[in-house]
T-cell receptor, first 113, second 116 residues
Framework: NAGVMQNPRHLVRRRGQEARLRCSPM?????VYWYRQLPEEGLKFMVY????????ESGMPKERFSAEFPKEGPSILRIQQVVRGDSAAYFC???????????FGPGTRLTVT | AQSVTQPDIHITVSEGASLELRCNYS??????LFWYVQSPGQGLQLLLK??????LVQGIKGFEAEFKRSQSSFNLRKPSVHWSDAAEYFC??????????????FGKGTHLIIQP
């Protein structure tokens, strides 16, 4: 059973460009979570999605950030008009049910130049 | 809102020595607690979890953790560390009250260094 897949693993964007991060959950998992890890800090929750629904986006910045988990295909975290402060590692996790452990992907390391 | 404190930013231990990483949480109800490990440039791997039942939980790689409600702690232990244990360790708490689920709340991590 393949683990959580994230791509790209590394992404470089210039200020003002858009960044699209993809996450394919483990087979059979319908719960997806996105986290951001800044240097010297732990992981911060951003958004929790189920298929076609955003359940909780309380950790997501109000502007420029959006997430989706369509009926078919991977979950996408989209950052518009990136700024230097968006440089971070972005991790996706999936879970098979509401109350359970979360399985993490390898992360996407975003660098904004 | 829940919070997690890992008081030790760095810990250095000699190979073969015992290890204890501290974790304190703040949460109103019975917490769901986790320890994850992260190697450089990698994702997080679950070491162990506590949902209910026996307060001493066993995990992978020889790790164990003890839930102490009176101290709001969930410390991670290993009797004898190996050089391959050098990594970043994160304690986390989950909020599943009411059957809903939110993201996990993580501590800032403890960086474990193993001396030969």
């Amino acid at each position: 059973n393949a683990g959580v897949m994230q791509n790209p693993r590394h992404l470089v964007r210039r200020r003002g460009q858009e960044a699209r991060l993809r996450c394919s959950p483990m087979k059979g998992h319908s719960h997806v979570y996105w986290y951001r890890q800044l240097p010297e800090e732990g992981l911060k929750f951003m958004v929790y999605l189920q298929k076609e629904n955003i359940i909780d986006e309380s950790g997501m910045p109000k502007e420029r950030f959006s997430a989706e988990f369509p009926k078919e295909g991977p979950s996408i975290l989209r950052i518009q008009q990136v700024v230097r402060g968006d440089s971070a590692a972005y991790f996706c996790a999936s879970s098979p049910r509401t109350i359970d452990e979360q399985y993490f992907g390898p992360g996407t390391r975003l660098t904004v130049t | 809102a829940q919070s997690v404190t890992q008081p030790d930013i760095h810990i250095t231990v000699s190979e073969g020595a015992s290890l204890e990483l501290r974790c304190n949480y703040s949460y109103g109800a019975t917490p769901y607690l986790f320890w994850y490990v992260q190697s450089p440039g990698q994702g997080l791997q679950l070491l162990l979890k506590y949902f209910s039942g026996d307060t001493l939980v066993q995990g992978i790689k020889g790790f164990e953790a003890e839930f102490k409600r009176s101290q709001s702690s969930f410390n991670l232990r290993k009797p004898s560390v190996h050089w391959s244990d050098a990594a970043e360790y994160f304690c986390a708490v989950g909020d599943f009250v009411g059957g809903g689920a939110d993201g996990l709340t993580f501590g800032k991590g403890t960086h474990l260094i193993i001396q030969p």
